[in-house]
Each structure stands twice: as C-alpha cells, then as structure tokens.
C-alpha cells in the first residue's frame, strides 16, 4: 500500500514541477493523469482484459473532460483564487508567472481519477466474470448486464461523492452565513462556482464511464 501511494505520487510531483516551470499543465496533466490509470489499473489489477479495456475506458473519459473542463473554465471564470481566500494569501506574491486558466480545469481532471477508474475496473471485472460463467450472453445482453452493474455502482458512488463534497460545503455555507451573503451573491461567488462545477463534473464523469466501460469491454 506504501508503495502504491509513492509510486503515484511521483508523476504528481513531476507535474508540479512542470507546472512551476511556467509550462500549460494542460497536456502534462491529461499525460500525467493516463500515467496514473496504467499505475491503479496495471499495478493493482494485473494486465489482462478486464483492465485493457477498463483503462481504455478512463483514457477516453479522461480525454473528453479535459475539453470540458477547459472549455468551462474559460467560460464561467472559476480560474485563480476566490475573494475569500485573499486575506489568508495576502502575504504571499501573486507574480507566480503561471497561467490560472488551464490551471484551474487540471485540478478538476485530477480529482476525477479515482471516481472513473473505481467505476469502470468494477464494471469491467464484473462482465468478465459473467462472460467467464456464462459465454453463451449475447452481445446485447452483456452490455445491458453491464449497464445495471453501473446503475448500480453509481448510486454508492452518487453517495460518496455527495458526503465528500458536502463536507467541505458545510464550512462554506457557515462562512456564507457569517457575512450574511444573500441566495444571489452565493450562487455567483467563484468559491461556489469551482465546487459546484467540481461536483457537476465528477457526477458526470461517473456517468459516462459506465456506458463507455460496458461498451469497450463487451
């Protein structure tokens, strides 16, 4: 388990270090986040076909909400630091010489990993072992068999990701109460805007790879 953890946490590291260099995380973080799917699903799981197509899977979701994600970030303006962080970074110097924009969406993109290739290695490993049991299913059958496994998954994992996120929600909406925020300074505050986007994107995510896992590995 150690070893898992420090093994992907070096290409992590590496994409900081890109990422200080001045250089568009961009590519690096889609490159970055594919090196770590061939990490959780190779190292863990072995090479065979419930992770080829599992990890096709992911490289293909990754692929589409890198776009996204940059399209979105350009477009709702959810780059940079809220106002209410400010004052706890005031100290620090804001001629860091890198580009918030791309910035913003590859923190997205990172976040997705675990979610997408939990759910698709789950998929993945199921149909193979209904296949495995039962080779006689037709084509169809096995994709829609899929498809209920991921019904499936996905409400635990709409589960997960909604008490994950309404931790940190609750601290937000206390500091929202504080300074007496109304229902339209909320909705249109960044700090609000990157969770709710975060939450969107994850959910999504979530979904998509389930039609896509059960697809690529029927």
């Known amino acids: 388990g150690f070893l898992f953890v420090i093994i992907v946490l070096v290409p992590l590291f590496i994409l900081v270090i890109i990422t ?15 090196i770590i799917s061939i990490i959780i699903q190779f190292f863990l799981n072995g090479t065979n076909q419930k992770t080829v197509s599992s990890f096709i899977s992911v490289t293909i979701t990754l692929i589409i909400f890198t776009i996204i994600t940059f399209i979105l970030s350009n477009n709702i303006y959810i780059h940079g630091y809220p106002e209410e ?4 970074i005031s100290y620090l110097t804001y001629n860091i010489g890198i580009n918030m924009l791309p910035l913003s969406s590859c923190i997205i993109i990172i976040g997705l990993i675990g979610t997408i290739n939990d759910t698709s290695i789950a998929i993945s ?35 997960t990701l909604f008490f994950a996120y309404l931790g940190g929600f609750m601290t937000l909406f206390i500091y929202f109460q504080d300074f007496q925020y109304n229902f339209t300074s909320i909705i249109n505050s960044k700090i609000f805007a990157i969770e709710f986007t975060r939450i969107i994107l994850s959910g999504i995510s979530s979904f998509l790879i389930i039609p896509l896992t059960s697809l690529i590995t029927t």
């Open 85 to 88: 962080t400010i004052e706890s």
């Open 125 to 159: 490993s199921a149909l193979y072992e209904l296949h495995e049991n039962n080779p006689k299913l037709k084509v169809k059958e096995l994709f829609l068999s899929g498809m209920n496994i991921g019904r499936d998954i996905l409400g635990t994992t709409t589960n």
């Open 20 to 34: 200080s260099w001045g250089f568009n995380p961009t590519i690096p973080t889609l490159v970055i986040s594919i």
